[in-house]
Structure formats: C-alpha cells, structure tokens
C-alpha cells in the first residue's frame, strides 16, 4: 500500500505548490548525494515546500522552520506535539459549524474569530481556532489588523473540511524531525554551513495597490525589508550554504521595474508562471509571472 503522502494543513495565500516543478529544476542536481543534508525555511507559511522536500530527500537529516506569525508557529508545534488533542477539538468546531444553518455559520465563525483574538487561551485551542478560521473564513487569507487581531471575514462553503484527521497525523509524524522557532527570518543565519538548503517564501513585494496580501503579521514587509533579506542570502552564501528565493515580478505591471534585478544582480533570477488564485475581480484571477532567485550554480 502507497503511504500516505502528508500535504498543508491548511489554506495559504500564495502557497508554492504549484511551483515544486520549477523549485525542484533550481535545486542543487547532486542534492539527492549529499549527506545530513540540513533544509532551513525563515517563512514556512503553508508549507508546502517543506512536506514536499521532507517526503521527496531522506537525506534530510534535520530540518529547521520559523515564521514570525506567532499563532501560525503555536498551529505547527501542536500538530507536532499534540495532534491527538487538536483532532479531537476540531471535530468538535466541526460539527457545530456544520450544523448551523447560513446565517448560523457566520454567527459561530465570527465568535470563534472574537474567541481566537483574546488571545488568552491555551496553545492546542489557539491551533485547533486557527486551522478554523482558516478553513472557513474568506478565501483561506491569514491577515491581521495593526493591533494583530485576525480580521478576515466569513467564507461560503457547503462542506469545508475543517478535520482532515488523517493528513494532520501524517503531517504530525513528518515534523518529528524539524524544529520549529518563531521569530525574525534573520536568526535562522545561525544554521547556514555546507549542505544547508533554504528556502525563502517571503511576504511578496505588493505589484500594484491593491495587490497586497502581505499582512499576515502586523510588522509588514516592505522594500526595506526585502532589502534586508537580499543581504541575509549574501551572507548565507559565504557560509557556502544553497538558497532558493521566491517573490513577485513587478515587470509583470511595470514594464522596466527592476527592483529585484538590482538587488540580487549577483544571483540567478529567473522567471516562472504561478497561477493567481486570490483577486477581488474574478476577470484577473488567472497565471502571472513570478521570481526565483538562486545561488545554485549547477541547476
């Protein structure tokens, strides 16, 4: 029997599924050779990079995640520690919202959204309102308001799959090997050496003013922040440790924008077609033009 393969637990903005081709052609073509390989995501997100590159390369011998959205990181450390207990609460959300009826579903998500953002509750309730809101609110976003507050409105779905019991102790028994740190993308630097793959997923450089999907934490990431990543890949780069880096194209609105073209000028960038799936007018909705920027010399 196949094993199960583990996927993301839940729904995220630009999540890089889609790319795992075009991820898996930037990697290091040895990479499968090489031994107690490290792999290091500073934004895990989603994660789907992560469970793929886990499943796919057994010579990762340790893998390291961090992102500075403290209830994102609370949400993957329960299902790590603590997956029994977070099923069974979710069950429980599950059936309730389930019963509801329309305008019974908004009044228990938006209680659920209150409760979640007293933020006095305890760690595997925080994960288990998490996972939630996150499958039921509006297009799966994960956005905060300036005091951190989650502020995403209700969703519409007939049948969300808010208990995905068996993904959950797949993904569970994956992250047995990966150590999870909450804070700023820098600290990571610390694990960068020879056979150290990273995999960057920023917050996207927004490409036009309404574009914007960036504020999953109320810091923000703005140019100067980019600016402040590019100088961390360089200095992981002299640690002789493999970065791959994924961002927006802003040439895809401007034509002759090269923000990134001049930061990173001394790495390898190169375009790839990501479908846009999140856009306030539907007529936009469709395949846009995204970055990758790499210090891999042999791919």
């Not at 990479?31 to 995501?41: A, D, F, G, K, S």
């Not at 793959?197 to 504020?215: G, Q, R």
């Not at 922040?225 to 100088?231: G, N, P, V, Y």
């Amino acid at each position: 029997m196949k094993a199960f393969v583990a996927k993301p637990f839940i729904k995220w903005v630009g999540g890089k599924t889609q790319l795992l081709g075009e991820i898996e052609k930037s990697l290091p073509k040895k990479l499968r050779q090489y031994e107690n390989v490290i792999y290091v995501e500073p934004f895990v997100g989603g994660g789907a990079v992560l469970f793929w590159m886990l499943q796919q390369y057994p010579n990762i011998q340790k893998a390291i995640i961090n992102d500075i959205n403290a209830e994102l990181i609370c949400t993957y450390r329960i299902v790590k520690t603590d997956v029994v207990e977070l099923i069974a609460q979710l069950k429980k959300l599950q059936d309730e919202y389930i019963s509801c009826d329309a305008d019974g579903r908004k009044v228990y998500f938006l209680e659920r959204r209150s409760e979640f953002n007293t933020k006095h509750l305890s760690d595997v309730r925080t994960a288990a309102l998490f996972i939630f809101l996150n499958r039921t609110c509006f297009n799966g976003l994960c956005r905060v308001n300036s005091k951190g507050e989650f502020n995403v409105p209700h969703g519409k779905y007939a049948n969300p799959k808010i208990c995905d019991e068996e993904n959950l102790l797949a993904v569970s028994k994956l992250l047995q090997k990966v150590d999870i740190y909450c804070g700023d993308f820098a600290e990571t630097e610390k694990f960068a050496g020879e056979n150290t793959i990273f995999y960057l997923d920023p917050p996207y450089k927004p490409i036009s003013e309404t574009s914007s999907f960036t504020s999953y934490a109320k810091e923000g990431f703005n140019d100067a922040e980019q600016i402040r990543l590019r100088d961390f890949c360089a200095r992981i780069t002299r640690k002789k440790a493999v970065f791959i880096a994924s961002n927006s194209d802003p040439i895809e609105v401007k034509t002759g924008e090269s923000f990134f073209e001049q930061i990173y000028y001394q790495f390898k960038i190169k375009r790839v077609s990501a479908t846009r799936l999140i856009n306030a007018n539907p007529n936009n909705r469709g395949f846009v033009s995204e970055i990758m920027i790499s210090n891999v010399v042999n791919a």
